[in-house]
Every structure is written in C-alpha cells, then in structure tokens.
Antibody, heavy 116, light 108 residues
C-alpha cells in the first residue's frame, strides 16, 4: 500500500517561496509512475499544478509554469514542490499524488496560508 | 486546455435513489484518460473510476462510469448514506490535466 505524506511550512509570506516535500512509502518513486502536485483553495475545486516522472521529466500547468519547480530525490524516495512569488491567491490545501491510471494515491494534504 | 463542465452543480436525492452526474469536455477526451473522484469534507479526493469506466480498487459496483468523446457520466445506482459528497471528473490525457468544477450530491 503506497502512502504519501506532505510536509512543509503552513505559513508563507507574500512574495516568498512555498516549499513542500512529499515522502513516498510502501513503494519506490523510481517505479514507472508519474508524481503530481494538486491544490485546492478553501471551499473550491481542484487544480493540477504539475508532475514529474521518476527520471525527472516535468510537466507544469501553464497558469503556474513561470513560478513552479518540481523535483525528485530518488535517494530519499520523495519529490518536492517550489512555488515562488506567492500571493494570497496561492492559499490552498496542497496534495501530492501518484499518477497511475488516474490519481490513485493521495497524501492527506497540507494547508498553506500566504499571509504576512 | 480542455475545460470540463460538470452538471448539475448540486443534486438533491434520497438514500436508495439513483444519481446521474454529467461531465462534458470542451474537446474530445480519450476514454482512456477520464477519471472520477469522490471527496468528503476534510478528506483528500478518492479515485472511483479511471479509463472512463473501470472501477478503482475497492470501489463498490454501485458506482459506474460511461461515455466517450466529449460526454461522460458517473452513475450511482442506489445511494448509500456514505455516498453524499462532492464528485469531480478529470481528464489526464492532455496537458494541462484538468478537473471539472464538481457536483455536490446532497441529502434531500
């Protein structure tokens, strides 16, 4: 059973950088899957941020592409998200997800609030 | 970008009734890459259906998916109390991957 766990600061200042890590257990991040970040503003719908393959190939949502970096650390079996120049509009629950015939495994999500 | 429009926005039904949720795409989506999710308050979404019609592991057979091209449907044959939630469709075959805005199934 694959388990994903997000970690990182819950509060980020405007114009700062949001940094989150997703630890993967119960399976290898080097398997033939893609790994995504999805966010959900409070009370709103889901937005795909981007994904990364085990080899490091990335895809980003064009709406965020200029501010987003997703990376993978195979030695730690984890992948990460960096979103820079954040504003209040980036306040959301951030989920890390495994892509395999749909998004089949989700982390519990972590709320990141952008506020001074 | 493929825009997914779900209808209705809210569905008010009683336990035991049949629920039919619609997802319409702005351009054709390969059936291989259409999924449905259920989300309850305070929880992460849960994969119900992938490939338009394949149930994910552990999903009861009262949930079924159908459709092709631009029109897809999630059907819950008989609503159980635990099925009242928000449902999202998603296409994951074209980048950026996109979600519908959600349909809330509430108790009437």
């Amino acid at each position: 059973q694959v388990h994903l766990q997000e970690s990182g600061p819950g509060l980020v200042k405007p114009s700062g950088t949001l940094s989150l890590t997703c630890a993967v257990s119960g399976g290898s991040i080097s398997s033939s899957n893609w790994w995504s970040w999805v966010r959900q503003p409070p009370g709103k719908g889901l937005e795909w941020i981007g994904d990364i393959s085990h080899s490091g190939t990335t895809n980003y949502n064009p709406s965020l592409k200029s501010r987003v970096t997703i990376s993978v650390d195979k030695s730690k079996n984890q992948f990460s998200l960096k979103l820079n120049s954040v504003t209040a509009a980036d306040t959301a629950i951030y989920y890390c997800v495994r892509n395999y015939a749909g998004f089949d495994y989700w982390g519990q999500g972590t709320l990141v609030t952008v506020s001074s | 970008e493929i825009v997914l429009t779900q209808s209705p926005g809210t569905l008010s039904l009683s336990p035991g009734e049949r629920a039919t949720l619609s997802c319409r795409a702005s351009q054709s989506v390969s059936s291989t890459y259409l999924a449905w999710y259920q989300q309850k308050p305070g929880q992460a979404p849960r994969l119900l259906i992938y490939g338009a019609s394949s149930r994910a592991t552990g999903i009861p057979d009262r949930f079924s998916g159908s459709g092709s091209g631009t029109d897809f449907t999630l059907t819950i044959s008989r609503l159980e109390p635990e099925d009242f939630a928000v449902y999202y469709c998603q296409q994951y075959g074209s980048s950026p991957q996109t979600f519908g805005q959600g349909t809330k199934v509430e108790i009437k």
